[in-house]
């Protein structure tokens, strides 16, 4: 049998050891810090996702984050002279009183229609946070509520597509997720890939029956399908909660709210408020008169008015602070949703923000940030060296098929390729094409994509790209385990073959300034992506080939331009572009066994 369950971690300990001292600097990717304490850098991730951040081998991490896992392996972190640091000094065993409990932050996940935006309405209505029933309230992408004065931080976007999303970003922000499903209408494909999303995370979930007020509504009927879905509710022997509500009446959001308190009591999630802020940024827009306005929500540490930081690779200080009831405030303290201004560019969703001690420190951060850029997502060649240098135990696999029956035969033969020390797991398989969410969860959770008489949808196949995400496409069904038990074996090749993906007319040239030339373009055949490599043709003879890292439409810059539209193109490296050139778009593609 392919394995479904996700592991459950057991939060470690801290014992009373002597510790090794450990000088390190101010950020540290995850795989160098695991050299150096000679651990596996997937146990750092896994110990790392129990603090709350997610992260891949390639990720930096900041001293203080990079500190307390040392601690975990018997040593005890310094900071490198000169990395400017703050909040370097040693991280002592009182540090574990410092922890405080923290509220729960929650994402509502579930089939489109089915209640998500009604119910968090509902609940906000209800339960404004700060005793503000019926003020003004403030769209920063999170608000809180105050239920018997424990506080519950709820993300405003809903879905699962927001949520990994996230944490393809590296961020995994949600603490206990909220399944909405209709009770007249029952579990649906949205709701499974919900379900599915939510397990690869790890967090707890909460099953919300909405509807309740409708004259159809069977909340058995839903027990008993997410039961077939492997998600067994307390009635079915499970553990999990299930509230009947309404959306509409107000009821039983009481019960869901006092539900999410006991969850979160369980889960003991505690940050330390006085150690410096880290925080992810969940939305961001640029204000006419304001500047730059971004939402955060503030995972560990207290940000304070004034404070120097770098968000993903922008380096800022926070001017002023707003609270989600729209209040100027100085601080903002572990799971508070706040807007902040003082950044000079625009952010993603899903950035980390970490302060530091000065601009100088955020800088080296930036740079180490930008260094440990890149591809996040693994192709199977990847995980076959993984696997076989015993990095990692399991591989994870996203399936995606034409028809129910091609899952099925699929998850048997699968299933015979796990061996004691190595898994194949399925995280997720549904009928139907390969999706951007899909792509999604394989970055978010390091997996492979495999396609079964399937395709991929345009929009997915770009993000893949840009992510180094692996879809293989099958139409055979040995092929599929054959290359999947080759990767298990540590066997598998990596194998490549330039396509080229279409023809281009230079039709003009034009000076962009600085000696550098863009070239107008007609696309005579195939398409042309910001990817692509480009390899530039007069008389039939090669000129150049190297990468476009220019592609606009009018203004705009644009992802990719198909067969019949005009486009300019900008290369890197070469600028001596005529009237009468031919440039073909290509790029070296993995190919898998099937298709
Ligand atoms: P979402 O797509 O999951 O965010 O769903 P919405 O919150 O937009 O709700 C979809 C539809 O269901 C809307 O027409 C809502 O008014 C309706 N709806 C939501 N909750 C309830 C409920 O508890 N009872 C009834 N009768 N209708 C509801």
Not at 129 to 141: F, L, N, V
Not at 151 to 169: K, N, Q, S, V, Y
Not at 342 to 348: A, D, I, N, R
């Amino acid at each position: 049998m392919v394995e479904e369950q996700i592991e459950d971690q057991q939060a470690t300990k801290t014992r009373t050891v002597t510790l090794k001292t450990l000088t390190l600097p101010s950020v540290i990717s995850v795989g160098n810090l695991a050299e150096l304490v000679h651990a596996e850098p997937v146990q750092l991730i896994k110990q790392l996702m129990r603090m709350g951040v997610f992260a891949n081998v390639t990720q930096a991490i900041d001293f203080d984050t990079a500190s307390m896992l040392a601690r975990a392996y018997g040593y005890s972190a310094k900071a490198l002279t000169g990395a400017g640091q703050q909040g370097s000094e040693e991280l002592t065993e009182e540090d574990a009183a410092k922890l405080q409990i923290r509220p729960p932050v929650v994402t509502v996940l579930g089939h489109v229609d089915h209640g998500k935006t009604s119910l968090l309405d509902s609940i906000r209505k209800a339960n404004v946070a700060g005793g503000e029933k019926g003020g003004i309230t403030q769209h920063i992408g999170a608000y809180q509520v105050d239920y018997n004065n424990q506080i519950i931080t709820l993300l405003d976007t809903p879905g699962h597509e927001a949520f990994t999303a996230m944490r393809a970003r590296g961020a995994q922000v949600t603490d206990i997720a909220v399944l909405v499903v209709a009770a007249d209408d029952g579990v649906m494909p949205q709701t499974i890939e919900a379900i599915d999303h939510i397990k690869a995370a790890g967090v707890p979930i909460i099953v919300a029956i909405n509807k309740m007020d409708l004259p159809d509504a069977d909340p058995d009927k839903i027990k008993r399908q997410l039961s077939e879905h492997a998600l067994l509710v307390e009635d079915w022997g499970g553990e999990v909660i299930a509230v009947p509500v309404s959306a509409k009446t107000g009821e039983g959001i009481e019960d869901l709210l006092e539900s999410i308190v006991v969850l979160s009591e369980v889960e003991e999630l505690k940050a330390n408020p006085d150690r410096s802020a880290v925080g992810v940024v969940i939305e961001a827009r640029t204000d006419k008169s304001r500047g730059v306005v971004a939402s955060l929500l503030i995972q560990t540490g207290t940000l304070h008015q004034g404070d120097n930081f770098a968000v993903g690779t922008i380096r800022g200080r926070v001017r002023a602070l707003t609270s989600d009831s729209g209040r100027r405030i100085k601080s903002a303290g572990p799971s508070q949703p706040v807007e902040i201004l003082g950044l000079s560019e625009l952010p993603e969703a899903g950035d980390t923000l970490t302060v530091v001690a000065d601009e100088r420190a955020a800088r080296d951060l930036v740079a180490e940030r930008q260094r440990s850029a890149g591809a996040r997502g693994v192709t199977l060649e990847d995980m076959t060296s993984r696997l076989s240098s015993g990095s990692v135990k399991e591989l994870d696999l996203i399936l995606k098929t034409d028809v129910q029956g091609s899952i099925d035969a699929l998850r048997q033969a699968l299933g015979q390729l796990s061996t004691d020390e190595t898994k194949v797991k399925l995280i997720h398989a549904s009928t139907g094409t390969v999706t951007e969410s899909d792509v999604l969860l394989a970055v978010a959770s390091q997996a492979i994509i495999v396609g079964f008489n399937t395709r991929t949808e345009p929009g997915a196949r770009h993000m893949a790209d840009l992510e180094g995400v692996d879809i293989r496409l099958y139409d055979i069904i040995y092929r599929l385990t054959e290359d999947i038990e080759a990767a298990m074996a540590g066997l598998l090749e990596p194998k490549q073959e330039d396509i080229v993906e279409g023809k281009l007319e230079i039709r003009a040239v034009f000076s962009i300034g600085k000696g550098k030339a863009s070239a107008g373009c007609y696309v005579t055949d195939g398409q042309v992506g910001r990817g692509s490599m480009a390899r530039v043709l007069r008389g039939g003879k090669e000129l150049f080939d190297g990468p476009i890292i220019g592609l606009k439409r009018f203004k705009d810059d644009v992802r990719q331009v198909t067969n019949g539209y005009e486009c300019g193109l900008t290369l890197d490296g070469f600028n001596e572009f005529q009237e009468g050139d031919v440039i073909e778009a290509h790029r070296l593609q993995r190919v898998g066994g099937g298709s």
